[in-house]
């Protein structure tokens, strides 16, 4: 049934004449009443008394015209929410990303997109995990980008890439003169570690006691930037993504050395709230960053 049809029945009723509904439709009075026929035909029933001057909707005339009133008023609600989302997501996507992640990989996927999109205001926030599934969840970001991303039916979860974590160290320190390292030299070291609720503290965590080592917690921060000064002036060592130590390797600041035991990564992922229709532009983003890290 089409909402012209629909829309045609109402004016009937708020106008009550054929006269003044053909007129607003451009219609002849004969359309008019062909197409009432038709919605009467197809429920039947009678929905307009036309022997009372002006028109009368029956008992079941004012239910279905409650009925169509409320199926067109939704469909116009969709058309301006869907206009603002167009309007929206074309021009601008709303990314959240971990300190990590969005200050160290995400600018060289920003850059391959801005090739496609050159239009498109990728928009990114550097966030705690615990505030980008939140505003993922209330719809405020589109795209989220976490470490060890955790399983919610509420969420589209998709690999991102596997960072490989390193030993971190101050050129200072005894350990800066080796190139490789077994993890289990950790031990009772002093040790720059991520706060408890850090999904990647917790992810290294069990890799130490995967291994039955202790360390020493001196210092506990909330993001990554932070762990890397302390380590830089030697009060500690740590476990941290390659990728995001890069310049600090180049400026001869930290000492990395990779783990002679085993290939330990960080897994990260790609979070888009469930149902969330995102532009042509925010799809190609997560596809780009998806298989970008899948390949």
């Known amino acids: 049934m089409h909402l012209g049809i629909l829309r045609i029945f109402c004016d009937l009723v ?17 359309a008019v009443s062909q ?4 919605l009467e035909l197809a429920h039947k029933t009678q ?4 022997k009372k001057r002006p028109l009368e909707p029956t008992p079941t005339g004012k239910l279905f015209y409650d009925a169509c009133k409320d199926i067109i ?7 301006s929410e869907l206009n603002t989302l167009e309007k929206s997501s074309t021009t601008r996507i709303n990314v959240a990303a971990i300190y990590s992640i969005g ?21 990114v926030e550097y966030l705690s995990s615990v505030q980008i599934y939140e ?14 991303p955790k399983r919610d039916k509420r969420l589209e979860v998709y690999d991102f890439e596997d960072e490989p974590l390193v030993l971190v160290c101050s050129p200072k320190h005894p350990l800066a003169s080796e190139s490789q390292i077994d993890i289990h030299k950790v031990q009772f070291e002093r040790f720059i570690a991520f706060e408890k609720n850090v999904p990647t503290r917790v992810w290294i965590d069990s890799i130490l006691q995967r291994y039955n080592i202790v360390v020493r917690p001196v210092m506990e921060f909330d993001n990554i930037e932070t762990v890397k000064r302390a380590v830089e002036i030697n009060s500690g060592i740590s476990i941290l993504p390659r990728t995001a130590i890069a310049q600090e390797v180049s400026g001869g600041t930290l000492n990395p050395l990779t783990f002679s035991n085993e290939h330990f990564i960080r897994p990260t992922g790609i979070i888009v709230r469930k149902g969330k229709v995102l532009s042509k532009a925010g799809q190609y ?7 970008k890290a899948g390949s």
């Open 103 to 123: 200050m160290h990989t995400l600018p060289d996927y920003v850059k391959q997109f801005m090739v496609k999109y050159p239009d498109v205001n990728v928009h």
């Open 14 to 30: 708020e106008l009550e004449s054929f006269s003044k509904t053909a007129e607003k439709h451009l219609l002849s009075q004969s």
């Open 47 to 50: 929905l307009l008394d036309r």
């Open 135 to 148: 505003l993922i969840l209330s719809g405020e970001v589109d795209i989220g980008l976490v470490a060890v």
């Open 35 to 38: 197409q009432l026929a038709q």
């Open 73 to 79: 008023d939704r469909y116009e609600q969709f058309k």
């Open 285 to 291: 983003f997560v596809e780009l960053l998806h298989k």
